[in-house]
């Protein structure tokens, strides 16, 4: 299965800020994801990233507030933008699609916390 | 209703005990996966079904398409297996996007 480099591992960060996260794939992949874990809660989908083209995001989540780049079939970034103590989470890239596998690979996570 | 579902919620066993947790969904399916979550986040997919059973090492994973059921049993359970297992389906016109249980927290005590 393919590895993710996701980084950073854990941030923390001022209100009103933005942070960048990086999501690296040894391997070409077809489909990449951004999460989110917010605390005690299950993982919930932000939004596909798409190569190439905008990504396509999920009810409750915009493009201003978490813009998402992919450049290639191999990297992917998730911007917090304007950063509120609710955005405090663990945010996960996954892949899948890789070489035929279709199984899922996550990321370790960013866990970001606002203050 | 969730479209997956996922019991029990929690779960607290002994050391060597059988394990079972169990997974219904309502969607039709592609593919279901077992993923397992341990308290620094990282998530590992454990299995990935279609039909039948999985088995590797410990770890054995059924699935009945019929019954829109999996179970994932864990025998010979240790305290290393502590962890929150996930079962998550891929729905027949998904995308590869995943529909997440809530998890089952398994606490295993020596």
């Known amino acids: 299965s393919a590895v993710i480099s996701q980084k950073p591992s854990r941030d923390i960060c001022q209100r009103g800020t933005s942070l960048t996260i990086q999501c690296q794939v040894d391997s070409q992949v077809t489909m990449m994801f951004w999460y989110r874990q917010q605390p005690g809660q299950s993982l919930t989908l932000i939004a596909t990233?798409?190569?190439?083209?905008?990504?396509?995001?999920e009810s409750g989540f915009v493009i201003d507030k978490f813009p998402i780049s992919r450049p290639n079939l191999t990297f992917s970034t998730l911007t917090v933008s304007n950063m509120s103590p609710e955005d405090s989470s663990i945010y996960l890239c996954?892949?899948?699609?890789?070489?035929?596998?279709?199984?899922?690979?996550f990321g370790s996570g960013t866990r970001l916390t606002v203050v | 209703k969730n479209e997956v579902e996922q019991s029990p919620q929690n779960l607290t066993a002994q050391e060597g005990e059988f394990i079972t947790i169990n997974c219904s969904y309502s969607v039709g399916i592609s593919a279901l996966h077992w993923l397992q979550q341990h308290p620094g986040g990282g998530i590992v997919s454990l299995f990935m079904?279609?039909?039948?059973?999985k088995k590797h090492g410990r770890l054995i994973a059924t699935i009945n398409i019929q019954e829109k059921h999996s179970s994932l049993h864990i025998t010979a359970s240790h305290p290393r297996d502590s962890a929150v297992y996930i079962c998550?389906?891929?729905?027949?016109?998904?995308?590869?996007?995943?529909?997440w249980g809530a998890g089952t927290k398994l606490i295993i005590k020596p």
């Open positions: 990233a798409n190569q190439g083209s905008e990504a396509t995001y």
């Open positions: 079904l279609s039909s039948g059973k």
């Open positions: 996954s892949v899948t699609g890789q070489g035929g596998d279709y199984g899922y690979t």
């Open positions: 998550a389906v891929e729905g027949l016109d998904s995308n590869y996007q995943l529909i």
